[in-house]
């Protein structure tokens, strides 16, 4: 079963996570998403967050993980369309104050 859906356009890399986000598939979608990240060196990722509805603190690691990697190569990251469980998660986090959260925005 497909868990991302990943869309490279315009230096624009969406991250689409499809189900939620746990310990079980948390690292097979950061190994994808890095081996994307550092062969395409976006300018910025856009991490869709639409399709999931749980998330535990292996989906936190995974975001900043991300985070730390554009940062490397220059990117900025945003976080969009994220369930209001998972936004909650997000602002617990202080996810806000180091990268945008866009809710219902389109890119």
């Given at each position: 079963?497909?868990?991302?859906?990943?869309?490279?356009?315009?230096?624009?890399?969406?991250?689409?996570?499809?189900?939620?986000?746990d310990?079980?598939?948390?690292?097979?979608?950061?190994?994808?998403?890095?081996k994307?990240?550092?062969?395409?060196?976006?300018?910025?990722?856009?991490?869709?967050?639409?399709?999931?509805?749980?998330?535990?603190?292996?989906?936190?690691?995974?975001?900043l993980?991300?985070?730390?990697?554009?940062?490397?190569?220059?990117?900025?990251?945003?976080?969009?369309?994220?369930?209001?469980s998972?936004?909650r998660?997000?602002?617990l986090?202080?996810?806000?104050r180091?990268?945008?959260?866009?809710?219902?925005?389109?890119?």
């Amino acid at each position: 079963m497909e868990k991302t859906r990943f869309i490279y356009e315009d230096a624009t890399l969406t991250v689409k996570i499809l189900g939620d986000i746990d310990h079980h598939n948390a690292r097979a979608v950061r190994e994808e998403a890095d081996k994307i990240i550092l062969g395409r060196k976006p300018r910025l990722i856009l991490l869709d967050l639409s399709a999931v509805e749980f998330m535990d603190s292996s989906g936190l690691g995974l975001i900043l993980g991300r985070y730390n990697l554009a940062e490397e190569i220059g990117a900025e990251v945003k976080i969009i369309k994220p369930a209001p469980s998972v936004l909650r998660i997000l602002e617990l986090a202080g996810i806000e104050r180091i990268m945008k959260i866009e809710e219902g925005a389109k890119k």
